[in-house]
């Protein structure tokens, strides 16, 4: 019997973000009288879910890694901000969304060089540099929203097949596809945990671990750069301002979903379910008509629920 309890409290800390993310749909479903299970608010929610998605699954190499970095929002902001003033100053969309996504990754490698070239802890160097990213933005854009984009990218962000399932939503999920692949079944994946289990472990297993870090933030900065160029699509602007509260979204949905905030655990299926879990809180406290300051309370808390039992679970893995 004592066997049979221990294994029931074991599944159902494993199915945490899985019961949060039911109980949010009754929840939502009974106090929003039905509108909640509309089409138009479950195509709302895959909608919104999917720029966060991408970036949620370039930030978990990041995590997992053992790196925790604050600057996604300012990065995800400057990648649309860059693409849309340099097509503005004349260059190719193409080529402007190209070193747009250049321009993400290359801060993610600073970010990197000056965490591991000093030995500073990456989440104290990440909230300079998304300070300093996010004045950067905003002098390119001269603190205004640059509009004028070309036709042609519309279908990135606001296409749509068969007239039901948005473009953005099958990049997301072919992208975490392969980011599930890579994880469970490439070196990279199994370098990646070593790193964020332990790194001393790791070097004396003959892993290079500096090199590990550069390439989760090479990856992180392609994925972050490929959301911020989705959403330049759907608003069909480049705004220093669209980051907003993406970090903390982001690090919630993968903490949510399983990946530790010291790194060394974590799950691709797990990260989305945790960015359909702050998904569909967004848009059911938009629903309930909460302004952004009441959705910031209840997102702080979801953060600190995520946080906690990350907290928990690690405690457990010790103590066996």
Known sequence: MKKIGIKSVEIL?????????????????????????????LISIVRQISTMGIAALGVSFLMISGNLDFSTGQVYAFVGTLSAWLYAMGVN?????????IGGTVIFCVTCFVSSHFH????????????????????????????????????LGQGYLFD?????????????????????KTYLGRYLFAVGG?????????????????????????????????CMSRTFSGSPFAGGTLSSDVISAALLGGVSVTGGTGKTSGIVTGV????????GLNMMGLNSNSQDIFKGAMMLLAVIIDSTSKKRSLKK
């Open 93 to 101: 969309i193409v080529l402007a969304m190209v070193l747009g996504m």
């Open 120 to 155: 500073i802890n990456r989440l104290v160097i990440s909230m300079a540099v998304g300070t300093a990213v996010s004045g950067l933005s905003c002098i390119i854009a001269q603190n205004k929203t640059i509009y004028g984009l070309p036709d042609s990218i519309k279908w």
């Open 276 to 283: 359909i879990i702050i998904g569909t809180l967004s848009v």
């Open 164 to 184: 039901i399932i948005p473009i953005s939503s099958i990049i997301f999920i072919i992208l975490a596809f392969i980011v599930s692949f890579v994880l469970r």
């Open 198 to 230: 332990s790194e001393d472990v790791a070097r004396l297993s003959g892993i290079n671990v500096n090199k590990i870090k550069y390439i989760a933030s090479i990856i992180a900065g392609l994925l972050v750069g490929a959301a911020g160029l989705v």
């Open 13 to 41: 800390r494993k199915s945490t973000a899985q019961l949060i993310l039911v109980a949010l749909i009754i929840f939502f479903g009974i106090k929003c009288q039905g509108m909640f299970f509309t089409v138009n608010n």
